[in-house]
């Protein structure tokens, strides 16, 4: 399965973005672009917490923010592949406006409890980052020693390179400095076992780096892939993406693991078509339907069985309305189909103007 992390900057639909209308669209088609299954989203400036499905996108949104009345500068949630979404056996649990988690069924008694998250930035207090770290020190110990973990999100936080210091955690292909915010991350990962990934395979700091400081112009990772260390085996690569593109000044991490969630059982009974009844508005179809229904219908022994009778005249009913109305054709209408060449026009500008 592929993972992804990005700070979306904001999910919101306002005349002071720079994108065009529906940014819950954009983050899908890019997503789809990349064939992420399941994408942690930070700083989504939503309120409250829901839930939106974009049907023409493909993708699910779930997230969690602060109350409508309060200043919105957070904000966690994800965007899962709507096939999967169906397939949930566990909706996501909010923890805070921060920290969020989604558990998948792998099979048997196998789950991945991805944890999603946004950090306080450096300038912001010490009781603000000490809150975010209690609450994702809760979420951490709440989970299974026996289940995987998948950290994944904005942390705000440079970790550098000096993997002598932090073995296990660290890999040998990091980038930068640490800071203060390194330091607590570290900790973090140090005392439950974690390892970040994004430091564990060598790719030219292009593919690692995830933001660019809007002064020095200098390239920083701060966005993370984070598993436990003894899971890490099953990760394929950690990269960053550089050609998503949703008007945010994150780039796109992505992840993939060896692992397939655990498929529904479905149930065999078949569900039955669905009747076009809209044809019942006409005056001429409504008599032919009554007229056929008529012919069929058989009087009802009154000292024969009820439940054959009542089996009988329901396969009647059905069978006239079928052959009188059809079936339903279901076609959804979604706001991609007359923007899909606006979307596309918009991008390639801004591809080939990188």
């Not at 002064?215 to 598993?227: E, P, T």
Request: charged letters at 25%; hydrophobic letters at 40%.
């Amino acid at each position: 399965m592929t993972f992804g992390a990005w700070n979306v900057r904001t999910l919101l639909d306002r005349d002071g973005n720079a994108c065009p209308e529906r940014k819950t669209a954009i983050v899908a088609r890019e997503l789809h672009r990349y064939n992420v299954d399941v994408a942690a989203l930070s700083e989504t400036h939503l309120p409250d917490e829901g839930e939106l499905v974009e049907v023409g996108g493909g993708y699910t949104f779930f997230w969690k923010g602060t109350a409508a009345s309060e200043t919105r500068r957070s904000g966690v949630g994800f965007a899962i592949k709507n096939h999967l979404a169906k397939r949930l056996e566990e909706y996501p649990v909010h923890i805070s406006d921060r920290v969020t988690t989604l558990r998948l069924h792998q099979g048997k008694d196998n789950y991945l409890n991805v944890i999603s998250v946004y950090a306080p930035t450096l300038d912001k207090s010490d009781d603000i980052k000490d809150k975010f770290y209690e609450e994702l020190t809760y979420c951490l110990d709440s989970i299974n020693a026996r289940e995987q973990v998948l950290l994944m999100g904005d942390f705000n936080a440079r970790v550098g390179r000096d993997y002598d210091a932090w073995p296990g955690v660290l890999g040998k292909h990091g980038v930068g400095n640490m800071n203060n915010n390194g330091q607590l991350l570290l900790s973090l990962c140090a005392q439950h076992g974690l390892a970040i990934t994004n430091t564990m395979f060598r790719l030219a700091a292009k593919y690692k780096t995830t933001w660019m400081h809007p002064r020095s112009k200098h390239w920083h990772l701060i966005d993370y892939a984070i598993v436990r260390q003894k899971d890490f085996g099953q990760v394929q690569v950690t990269r960053v993406m550089r050609g998503a593109h949703c008007w945010s000044d994150h780039r796109l991490i992505v992840t993939k693991l060896r692992i397939c969630p655990r498929r529904p059982r479905r149930s065999l009974i078949k569900k039955p078509a669905s009747l076009n009844v809209d044809k019942l508005k006409d005056l001429a179809v409504r008599e032919k339907y009554a007229e056929a229904l008529s012919e069929k219908l058989l009087p009802v022994n009154e000292v024969g069985d009820v439940d054959a009778a009542w089996g009988t005249l329901s396969s009647h009913i059905m069978d006239t309305a079928s052959t009188a109305l059809g079936n339903k054709f279901r076609r959804n209408e979604d706001w991609f189909d007359e923007n899909d060449e606006i979307l596309r026009a918009v991008f390639d500008k801004h591809r080939d103007l990188l």
